[in-house]
């Protein structure tokens, strides 16, 4: 089969950007036309239960997006307000989701700072839990983690208390496991394995994976059925969803997990080669397919490097570098270019402090560049 080039060869936004295969474009033509609405669709249901049972979980749905998939989980986990949300300050579900945790479950939120490590520990969500029958409090209900984050895998010992502790007090435990993916090709740990912590993931087919839409969330059957009340009533029930389905099944097995790692020793390597002939440095270290360029060490001012990029017919839009399953080796020698480039035209343009805005760094403040899709 002819594989056109995909507009995204030469995109480094997000692993968002990933178009259809070809043979992703084949499935759908061949996928069932059932009413999922009425759960009559035969791909779909075989795409949600594929899904479930890579988690080990009892049920699985198929919902637009990585959003509808973590806001339904919290949602219906949730039963009676006051109640609290606690999650990484930095979590998606918390700063990028339209607020959805306020206007959909009316929750508090707790953003918790990690003390000394990338990720939040057992130790330091304790320390912000709200428990007891304190009516000046908003208790808390559930915990939401996210892994991967920011590219950063979190450690499955360290998943693992945090489940002890949700026990011990009776909370719910979700996973945002958009790129979950991505830290199980990278440890080799089965999905299935993060799956016995957690009360609900929500697992998306459309980053890395490649799928043109699509996240599953899995829990058991009785919280899945909570959800799907709650995707029809956001208008996210679709009709003749195996369209969408057949071509996230496609992805699912092409690029998970051999595809996937791969752009992960691409994304090291070039960091490695950034690192030696440049000298920037990063922000985190290189875990998964996400490099985070440390701009301000380097006094480079990231519009330098957007358009050195664009002048060579790449898109970089800031200090985030995405590697995808799509990332054509061409583009990589442009982006290294690109940075040669921002590296020369910096030395003129040195970088100052914006009006407003002090410079970030990952640790002391919520960093600019992890607040992208
Ligand atoms: C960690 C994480 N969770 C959830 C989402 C939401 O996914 P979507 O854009 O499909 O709503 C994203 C989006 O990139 C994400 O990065």
């Not at 899945?224 to 679709?238: M, P, S, V, Y």
Request: aromatic content about 6%.
């Amino acid at each position: 089969m002819t594989q056109r080039t995909s507009i995204a060869a030469t995109d480094f936004k997000s692993d968002t950007v990933t178009t259809p295969t070809e043979s992703m474009l084949q499935a759908m033509l061949t996928a069932t036309h059932g009413d999922d609405v009425y759960k009559e669709d035969k791909t779909t249901n075989a795409l949600q239960d594929r899904v479930a049972r890579m988690a080990g979980k009892e049920a699985g749905l198929f919902v637009v997006s990585g959003t509808m998939g973590n806001q339904l989980c919290v949602r219906a986990h949730l039963h009676q307000p006051p109640y609290s949300i606690l999650c990484d300050y930095r979590a998606h579900v918390y700063t990028h989701e339209a607020a959805g945790l306020a206007m959909l479950s009316q929750a508090m939120v707790t953003p918790v700072h990690p003390k000394k490590t990338l990720y939040i520990t057992a130790e330091d969500i304790a320390s912000y839990l709200i428990l007891g029958n304190d009516i000046h409090t908003a208790p808390t209900r559930v915990i939401s983690l996210e892994n991967t984050l920011g590219g950063s895998i979190m450690p499955i010992d360290e998943i693992a208390k945090i489940s002890a502790l949700a026990k011990k007090h009776n909370l719910k435990l979700h996973l945002d496991g958009a790129r979950l993916w991505n830290a199980s090709a990278e440890t080799g740990i089965p999905i299935s394995e993060y799956g016995k912590y957690f009360d609900s993931m929500s697992l998306c087919l459309s980053k890395g994976i490649g799928a043109p839409v699509g996240t599953v969330i899995v829990g058991d059957s009785a919280l899945i059925e909570r959800a799907n009340w709650f995707r029809k009533q956001l208008g996210g029930g679709i009709r003749q969803a195996g369209l969408l389905a057949a071509a996230a099944d496609v992805a699912l097995t092409e690029i998970f997990p051999d595809k996937l790692k791969a752009t992960h020793q691409v994304a090291k390597k070039l960091a490695q080669e950034i690192s030696d002939e440049l000298g920037i440095t990063f922000q985190i270290p290189v875990e998964t397919n996400f490099i985070f360029l440390d701009l301000d060490k380097a006094g480079i001012d990231p519009q330098i490097l957007v358009e050195e990029s664009t002048k060579l017919g790449i898109t970089v839009v800031g200090a985030r570098i995405t590697i995808h399953h799509q990332t054509s080796p061409e583009a990589i020698e442009k982006l290294k270019q690109a940075l040669r480039n921002t590296v020369a035209v910096a030395k003129e343009r040195p970088r100052s402090e914006p009006d407003g805005i002090a410079f970030s760094s990952v640790y002391d403040n919520i960093a600019p560049d992890f607040m992208q899709n």
